[in-house]
T-cell receptor
Framework: GESVGLHLPTLSVQEGDNSIINCAYSNSASDYFIWYKQESGKGPQFIIDIRSNMDKRQGQRVTVLLNKTVKHLSLQIAATQPGDSAVYFCAETRYNNDMRFGAGTRLTVKP | DAEITQSPRHKITETGRQVTLACHQTWNHNNMFWYRQDLGHGLRLIHYSYGVQDTNKGEVSDGYSVSRSNTEDLPLTLESAASSQTSVYFC????????????FGPGTRLTVT
C-alpha cells in the first residue's frame, strides 16, 4: 500500500560530521515533502520542506534532496551538533494538508 | 507570542469513559489537526479541520470525534475510551490553502486502564 517509511530506525554520528537521514515514499502523486524534528517530550518541529517539482532545497545547515525516479527523500545535516540529537520524521502531503508521516529515525550525536 | 497549547498534558482514565482533550491555538490558523503517536507508527492523523464548522476524518478516526465552533479550538473526544487508545496525542495547526508547515502542540499523554 501507499506509505512513507524510513530506511534506518537509528543513526549515530560523531559531533562535527555530516548526517544523512533517508526516507522512501511510494505515492508519486504526493506534491509536498517535509522534514520534522522531534526532541524528547516535545511536539514535532518543522525543519525544511520541498515541493515535488524540485530536486534540492537548502536551509541553514540542512539540505533536503528529492529523487522522484526512485521515490527517495533525504535530509542532510552539516556539521552535526549535540543539539541535533532527536527523532527525525519525513512526511508527505497528497491532498493539501492531509499529511502522512514516516516512523522516524533517531539521531544520536556523540561528543 | 502566538502559540498552540494542549490540556491536560497527562491523563489517566478508565475503559469506557468519555474523555476530551483540548487544543487551543492563537496563530489564527484556519487548519487544525489531531494526531496520535505510537512507537513504531510515527504520527497518524485522526481528524482535521479546515475552518469553523468543518471537520474531516483522518487515517485512524474510529472512536474519536471533533467539533470546530471557533477558529482557536479543536477539542478531541474519545467517546468510550479503549486501551488501544493509550497513546500520545498531538494537536497541530497551519495556515490556509498553502500552509504545509504545521505547528505542533506539546502533546497529551493519555493512558486508558
Amino acid at each position: 500500500g501507499e506509505s512513507v517509511g524510513l530506511h534506518l530506525p537509528t543513526l549515530s554520528v560523531q559531533e562535527g560530521d555530516n548526517s544523512i537521514i533517508n526516507c522512501a515514499y511510494s505515492n508519486s502523486a504526493s506534491d509536498y515533502f517535509i522534514w520534522y524534528k522531534q526532541e524528547s517530550g516535545k511536539g514535532p518541529q518543522f525543519i525544511i520542506d520541498i515541493r515535488s517539482n524540485m530536486d534540492k532545497r537548502q536551509g541553514q545547515r540542512v539540505t533536503v534532496l528529492l529523487n522522484k525516479t526512485v521515490k527517495h527523500l533525504s535530509l542532510q545535516i552539516a556539521a552535526t551538533q549535540p543539539g541535533d540529537s532527536a527523532v527525525y520524521f519525513c512526511a508527505e502531503t497528497r491532498y493539501n494538508n492531509d499529511m502522512r508521516f514516516g516512523a522516524g529515525t533517531r539521531l544520536t550525536v556523540k561528543p | 507570542d502566538a502559540e498552540i497549547t494542549q490540556s491536560p498534558r497527562h491523563k489517566i482514565t478508565e475503559t469506557g469513559r468519555q474523555v476530551t482533550l483540548a487544543c487551543h491555538q492563537t496563530w489564527n490558523h484556519n487548519n487544525m489537526f489531531w494526531y496520535r503517536q505510537d512507537l513504531g507508527h510515527g504520527l497518524r492523523l485522526i481528524h482535521y479541520s479546515y475552518g469553523v464548522q468543518d471537520t474531516n476524518k483522518g487515517e485512524v478516526s474510529d472512536g474519536y470525534s471533533v467539533s470546530r465552533s471557533n477558529t482557536e479550538d479543536l477539542p478531541l473526544t474519545l467517546e468510550s475510551a479503549a486501551s488501544s487508545q493509550t497513546s500520545v496525542y498531538f494537536c497541530a495547526s497551519s495556515e490556509g490553502e498553502t500552509g504545509y508547515e504545521q505547528y505542533f502542540g506539546p502533546g497529551t499523554r493519555l493512558t486508558v486502564t
